[in-house]
T-cell receptor
Framework: GNSVTQMEGPVTLSEEAFLTINCTYT??????LFWYVQYPGEGLQLLLK?????DKGSNKGFEATYRKETTSFHLEKGSVQVSDSAVYFC??????????FGAGTTVTVRA | DTGVSQDPRHKITKRGQNVTFRCDPI?????LYWYRQTLGQGPEFLTY????????KSRLLSDRFSAERPKGSFSTLEIQRTEQGDSAMYLC?????????????FGPGTRLTVL
């Protein structure tokens, strides 16, 4: 079945540092890929998405590229801020519509 | 507020009691999903509806769990004879279901604690 493996946390960074969170997946067919974010005390929010190979999703300075050859969808941001402190979840959706999530990576950005 | 809403936000119950949660999706969304999230893990799929039809149930959904969406709008998730292992955050999500690459919008969740 479908599964997602993402980098274990927690990750602690200083403001303006470069962030990368690795995500790899196993799926049949051609899934859609997502990054969701959960800020402290809030619900899950869609951060970005990509629907086919080589697509790049981007939002709020974050980017991720759908790499079919390496079955990866790594999340990157060039200069993080304290407000980026959150839990980040990689997820995929196949033809069966349900989302399969990774375990989440907690990111803390220090001023 | 036109987002997904869930009620209650928190529920504490004793082992063996029944509990029911409600989810109100975004009004034009015809797909509705339930997930369960335990501490330190990502959400796990439980079940989903297309309008009022329940189309898939996970193996995680034991016989003690039942979900309904009687008129294709709000949904309820009932857990009978709760066990301590049922303690988790129960999340509801909805999506349009029409060529939207299944972008799901999540509610704030109901946190269940079984004593």
């Amino acid at each position: 079945g479908n599964s997602v493996t993402q980098m274990e946390g927690p990750v602690t960074l200083s403001e303006e540092a470069f962030l990368t969170i690795n995500c790899t997946y196993t799926a049949t067919g051609y899934p859609s890929l997502f990054w969701y974010v959960q800020y402290p005390g809030e619900g899950l929010q869609l951060l970005l998405k990509a629907t086919k190979a080589d697509d790049k999703g981007s939002n709020k300075g974050f980017e991720a590229t759908y790499r079919k050859e390496t079955t990866s969808f790594h999340l990157e941001k060039g200069s993080v801020q304290v407000s980026d402190s959150a839990v980040y979840f990689c997820a995929l959706s196949g033809g069966d519509y349900k989302l399969s999530f990774g375990a989440g990576t907690t990111v803390t950005v220090r001023a | 507020d036109t987002g997904v809403s869930q009620d209650p936000r928190h529920k504490i119950t004793k082992r063996g009691q029944n509990v029911t949660f409600r989810c109100d999706p975004i009004s034009e969304h015809n797909r509705l999903y339930w997930y369960r999230q335990t501490l330190g893990q990502g959400p796990e799929f439980l079940t989903y509806f297309q309008n009022e039809a329940q189309l898939e149930k996970s193996r995680l959904l034991s016989d003690r769990f039942s979900a309904e969406r009687p008129k294709g709008s709000f949904s309820t998730l009932e857990i009978q004879r709760t066990e301590q292992g049922d303690s988790a955050m129960y999340l509801c999500a909805s999506s349009r279901g029409q060529g939207d690459v299944n972008e799901q919008f999540f509610g704030p969740g109901t946190r269940l604690t079984v004593l």
